[in-house]
């Protein structure tokens, strides 16, 4: 059992950075993929981001390679996204989730954080 718990959003201007935290509880952490997704309003959650267990792979949308960075510290049981040149279609709440490998997850993973609100002002 994994229970997730993101912090680290708010508000920031286009082009600014903000860096979204993810805490784990649980000891079998280390052994899950974590990912992100997102939801706007009126949207289906999309995938953002993932890494395997070890963080030595990683996978992005490509709508946000190349400005977030996924990461994470198995010794603090926590995963982060860090959040680079952000736009204002960047908006919206962001959720943690971990699943066996990165390839299986999506909206079925079983674990999920409560998420947290990204808004990005034009």
């Known amino acids: 059992q994994v229970q997730l718990v993101e912090s680290g959003g708010g508000l920031v201007q286009a082009g600014g950075s903000l860096r979204l935290s993810c805490a784990a509880s649980?000891?079998?952490?280390?052994?899950?993929?974590m990912g992100w997704f997102r939801q706007a309003p009126g949207k289906e959650r999309e995938f953002v981001a993932a890494?395997?267990?070890?963080?030595?792979?990683?996978y992005y949308a490509d709508s946000v390679k190349g400005r977030f960075t996924i990461s994470r510290d198995n010794a603090k049981n926590t995963v982060y996204l860090q959040m680079n040149s952000l736009k204002p279609e960047d908006t919206a709440v962001y959720y943690c989730a971990a699943d066996i490998t990165p390839q299986a997850m999506g909206v079925m993973s079983p674990y999920w954080g409560q998420g947290t609100q990204v808004t990005v002002s034009s």
């Open positions: 890494c395997s267990w070890s963080g030595g792979s990683t």
């Open positions: 649980g000891r079998t952490f280390s052994s899950y993929a």
